[in-house]
C-alpha cells in the first residue's frame, strides 16, 4: 500500500518568512495530492491540490511542488501572517484506491 | 464551515456505556468516510461508505460499528471501548464514488474520551 513520510513535524517561522513542508510517496501509481490545514477545534480543510499532469501550482501565498521521479512533493508559505499557525497535512491518493494516505501532520507556528 | 457537520462534539463516555456519534452532510456528496485521529499519529481512515454501501473497512474492531441509513448521514455506534480509543473521530465526504482523487471535505469532528 501507500506510505507517505511528513517533514518537520513542528516548524516555528517568524512572521514574514517563507515556511515549507515536505512530504514523500512510495507508490508511484498515486496521482492526486492535496494539502490540507487544521486549525484548533476543527477539521481538516483543503488549501491546495496538485495532480500528476503539473509540476507546479500557486495560489497567492500558497504554492505546491511535485517531483514525480522523485516521488515527492512540498508546500511553500511566503510572507507567513499568524493565521497561518496550525497543522498542516500532506496526502496522496489515485484512481485504484479508495482513500487517500495522509502524512503525519507538521505543526507550524508563526510567530509575530 | 464545509457543510459537514458531526454530533456530538465531545463525549465521554465509560468503557461499558454504548453511544453513537453522528454526522450530516449538506453538499449533495455520495461518499462518506470516518477517520480516526490520534495525537501524533497520522489520520486513520476506518470506513468508507458509497451510496450507502460500505466499501472498505480497514481493520477495525468490531467496538465500532458504522451505519450509513442514505447519503447524506452516517453513524458511528460505539460500544465496549478502550481507553486507547480516546481520539478525534473525524467524518468526511466527498462527491463520487470514494475514488481517492476527489477533494474531501472534513467536519469538526467529535472529540472522544474513554474512561
Known amino acids: 500500500g501507500e506510505n507517505v513520510e511528513q517533514h518537520p513535524s513542528t516548524l516555528s517561522v517568524q512572521e514574514g518568512d517563507s515556511a515549507v513542508i515536505k512530504c514523500t510517496y512510495s507508490?508511484?501509481?498515486?496521482?492526486?495530492f492535496p494539502w490540507y490545514k487544521q486549525e484548533l477545534g476543527k477539521g481538516p480543510q483543503l488549501i491546495i491540490d496538485i495532480r500528476s499532469n503539473v509540476g507546479e501550482k500557486k495560489d497567492q501565498r500558497i504554492a505546491v511542488t511535485l517531483n514525480k521521479t522523485a516521488k515527492h512533493f512540498s508546500l511553500h508559505i511566503t510572507e507567513t501572517q499568524p493565521e497561518d499557525s496550525a497543522v498542516y497535512f500532506c496526502?496522496?491518493?489515485?484512481?485504484?484506491?479508495?482513500?487517500?494516505?495522509f502524512g503525519s501532520g507538521t505543526r507550524l507556528q508563526v510567530q509575530p | 464551515e464545509t457543510g459537514v457537520t458531526q454530533t456530538p462534539r465531545h463525549l465521554v463516555m465509560g468503557m461499558t456505556n454504548k453511544k453513537s456519534l453522528k454526522c450530516e452532510q449538506h453538499?449533495?456528496?455520495?461518499?462518506m468516510y470516518w477517520y480516526k485521529q490520534s495525537a501524533k499519529k497520522p489520520l486513520e481512515l476506518m470506513f468508507v461508505?458509497?451510496?450507502?454501501?460500505?466499501?472498505e473497512n480497514n481493520s477495525v474492531p468490531s467496538r465500532f460499528s458504522p451505519e450509513c441509513p442514505n447519503s447524506s448521514h452516517l453513524f458511528l455506534h460505539l460500544h465496549t471501548l478502550q481507553p486507547e480509543d480516546s481520539a478525534l473521530y473525524l467524518c468526511?465526504?466527498?462527491?463520487?464514488?470514494?475514488?481517492?482523487?476527489?477533494?474531501?471535505?472534513f467536519g469538526p469532528g467529535t472529540r472522544l474520551l474513554v474512561l
Open positions: 453538499l449533495g456528496h455520495n461518499a
Open positions: 468526511a465526504s466527498s462527491q463520487d464514488p470514494g475514488a481517492a482523487e476527489e477533494t474531501q471535505y
Open positions: 461508505y458509497n451510496f450507502k454501501e460500505q466499501t
Open positions: 507508490d508511484s501509481a498515486s496521482n492526486y
Open positions: 496526502a496522496a491518493g489515485n484512481t485504484g484506491r479508495r482513500a487517500l494516505t
